[in-house]
């Protein structure tokens, strides 16, 4: 008796040390040993090496990019939420609520703007990731599939923005998924063009079943919603999972040196050969060792490297503090727009697409088809396909690949500007095919319009680049400059260039007052 | 055994183990597909597509007249009358009327004449010309399902 209560009494005092304990494994930690336990035993944290290269660390390896990007994602997350507490989604109350976050909600507009802002800072910052990811080689083996999956999580994070666009319910929402849905219909104008029969209108059930309905209303605000706040964020939050998962699974970050052994498994030593005897690892920290065969950056050039807990956590929490900063900045300076609310009758005029898509609609002004399904699938699929077409061995984390990739990128950008802005500017000067020949055929307009012969040149100058220069990986560069230079130079005159009727302008001062 | 034309026997547990992964596979692939199916509406739930106009008086010949927030144009001569629809057959935005009778789209710039015939920019069609009808008591009836060709004209 006695003694029981005696038991529970020392029970009680040792409490909260057994719950800590419980939860966690390790002791405190003080020590190197102590700290890499608790990275590799937790479940949150062993997303990370135990132990990293300092060049990782370093802002010009990275440029923090993707840490941004995860830290954007919490923050869209964390204010979405806030959203979701009054945003109804109804067309008769979807208007009403986005105005009472503007106007009586206690921080609502505050909090939507930094979500609206961050959702644009996003689609910026996945751009610039990938350009840093692919000027520093690090999508070479045995890091392709991560790329693959980059480009996913890109797409995903596009159609995140588009869903999003709805929700407001107000005129540019409403034209801009008018627009989206009958693009996703617009198969139907290449099978109108070969005169197929009927059951070959696939464009009209991608339609449908997007919207849910024969045209913008409920049942495309009720599924926009849906994907917009739990299909999308599941499947994103499952794929960015992986995406950082792998960069420790292919080794850790790409650097010079820093090489691939079998499966790319316990990357970190330099070169594949395996370890001596003399070389194994003394330590082993736990179940690492039995991890990989030579275990992950505890081999022979642990000197080189430096513990993740705090080196990298510290470096992490600096970039969400400054992307924090950033968002409450922008939140603060300048309010996210509202017009008036969605009319089914009357389109803005010019109607435009949020920045990003701006490029897609200027390609979209030629055909609808190949501007808006063709031509994207073809650029998404042609990037994807990069790692697995360019697999010359090299240094992954130089930018550039040196002078001669420097040398090749230049002279890229150079064609890539002329080739798109004449692209532009001869259809605005002289018109196109159907300017000159009135009775043309609709399927001659689809096939050669300026959006696929300046997607042609790009894919023949990489073809010539590689030819010239006998190296995929230059023509690869090649073909991502173009890529970027097609898409700044299309979006800026999206952007700044198009008024009324999708009109050539070179400024705003010069659009026809109504 | 040379000549035998018998497949190689299977081991008991090989079968049922393979026989294991394809229900389970086919079960799985099975539900996926039927779920697909729920996202496709079996009815289109609608505003229906058809709409009174008015009585033929209200479209004397020679007029040409945007009916408010239908998207629809009705033009009037003496051998009857015809509706265009207004929806551009690019991407369905609005056309609006141009100085020339003509009409332009905001959104990606497609031109079209006063026949609805595309004269420049995307779109793949010329604007498309409704069926007109009359019901018993006499109003003009405009079905926005039912396409016509331009020379269609409903004799009143
Ligand atoms: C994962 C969690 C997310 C949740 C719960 C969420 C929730 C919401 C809600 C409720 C709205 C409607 C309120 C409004 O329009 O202001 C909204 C709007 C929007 N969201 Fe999200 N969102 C999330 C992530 C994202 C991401 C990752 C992006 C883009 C990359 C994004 C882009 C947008 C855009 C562009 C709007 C329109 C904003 C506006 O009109 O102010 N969202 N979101
Ligand atoms: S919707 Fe009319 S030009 Fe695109």
């Not at chain 1, 230059?474 to 952007?495: E, K, M, N, P, Q």
């Not at chain 2, 090989?14 to 509406?41: C, N, T, Y």
Request: with cysteine; glycine share 10%.
């Amino acid at each position: 008796m006695e003694s029981g209560l005696n038991r529970l009494w020392t029970n009680v005092k040792a409490l909260p040390r057994n719950v800590r304990d419980s939860v966690m494994r390790h002791g405190a930690p003080t020590s190197d040993r102590a700290r890499s336990q608790a990275v590799f035993g937790n479940f949150f944290l062993h997303i990370h090496s135990v132990r990293v290269h300092p060049r990782s660390l370093k802002l010009t390896t990275t440029w923090a990019l993707g840490v941004s990007l995860v830290s954007q994602f919490v923050i869209l997350t964390v204010t979405g939420v806030l959203l979701m507490v009054y945003y109804n989604p109804s067309v008769e109350l979807a208007y009403d609520s986005i105005k009472d976050f503007q106007y009586v909600v206690p921080t609502g507009r505050f909090i939507r703007n930094i979500h609206r802002w961050i959702a644009h800072m996003m689609v910026a910052t996945m751009i610039l990731h990938m350009a840093r990811v692919f000027y520093t080689a690090s999508y070479k083996a045995p890091r392709e599939f991560n790329w693959v999956l980059g480009m996913f999580l890109f797409v995903l994070g596009l159609a995140f923005s588009f869903t999003g666009y709805l929700l407001p319910w107000d005129q540019l929402a409403f034209w801009a998924i008018t627009i989206g849905a009958n693009i996703a219909a617009s198969p139907n104008e290449l099978a109108a063009a070969l005169d197929l029969p009927k059951a070959f209108y696939i464009g009209d059930i991608q339609k449908e079943i997007l919207l849910g309905a024969g045209s913008v209303g409920q049942g495309a605000l009720t599924r926009f919603y849906l994907l917009h706040v739990m299909v999308l964020p599941i499947i994103f939050v499952a794929g960015l999972a992986v995406h950082i998962w792998r960069i420790r699974k292919d080794g850790g970050l790409a650097h010079p040196g820093g090489n691939r052994t079998a499966a790319g498994k316990g990357v970190g030593t330099s070169d594949a050969r395996p370890l001596t005897p003399a070389e194994q690892p003394k330590k082993t920290y736990g179940l690492m060792a039995v991890v990989a065969g030579t275990s992950p950056h505890t081999g022979k050039d642990l000197d080189e490297t430096v513990s993740a807990w705090p080196s990298l956590l510290r470096a992490e929490l600096a970039v969400f503090m400054a992307t924090m900063l950033i968002a409450v900045a922008l939140g603060l300076i300048a309010d996210a727009p509202l017009r008036e609310i969605a009319n089914p009758m009357v389109p803005e005029n010019p109607a435009k697409a949020p920045w990003y898509f701006l490029g897609l609609q200027e390609m979209v002004s030629y055909s609808a088809f190949v501007g808006g399904i063709l031509i994207p699938a073809v650029v998404v699929i042609g990037l994807g396909l990069i790692p697995y077409l360019d697999r010359e061995p090299e240094p992954s984390g130089v930018w550039f690949s040196g002078p001669r990739g420097r040398r090749i990128m230049g002279w890229t950008v150079v064609f890539a500007t002329i080739t798109a802005v004449l692209s532009v500017a001869i259809p605005v000067k002289f018109g196109w095919l159907r300017n000159w020949y009135p009775d043309i055929s609709q399927l001659v307009i689809i096939v050669f319009n300026p959006g696929s012969l300046l997607t042609a040149a790009y894919a023949l100058w990489s073809l010539v680049v590689i030819m010239r220069t006998r190296s995929t990986r230059l023509g690869a560069i090649a073909l991502f400059t173009c890529f970027l230079v097609g898409f700044l130079i299309l979006t800026y005159v999206g952007t700044y260039l198009r008024g009324p009727n999708w009109d050539f302008y070179w400024s705003q001062a010069d659009w026809p007052v109504h | 055994m040379p000549g035998r034309l018998e497949p190689e026997p299977i081991g008991r547990r090989d079968f049922l183990g393979l026989a294991g992964w394809w229900s389970a596979g086919i079960a799985i692939v099975g539900s996926l597909l039927g779920m697909a199916r729920l996202p496709k509406p079996r009815v289109l739930d609608e505003v229906s597509a058809r709409f009174r106009l008015g009585a033929p008086s209200d479209f004397p010949p020679g007029t040409d007249t945007e009916i408010a927030g239908r998207n629809v144009r009705i033009v009037s001569n003496q051998e009857g009358i015809r509706a265009m629809s207004l929806i551009c057959t690019h991407l369905g935005c609005i056309v609006g009327r141009e100085a020339d009778g003509g009409f332009s789209c905001p959104c990606h710039g497609s031109k079209f004449d006063p026949e609805g015939e595309p004269t420049a920019g995307p779109a793949p069609r010329a604007l498309t010309w409704l069926a007109v009808s009359q019901s018993a008591d006499g109003t003009l009836i405009v079905d926005k399902d039912t396409e016509v060709s331009a020379e269609e004209v409903y004799h009143v």
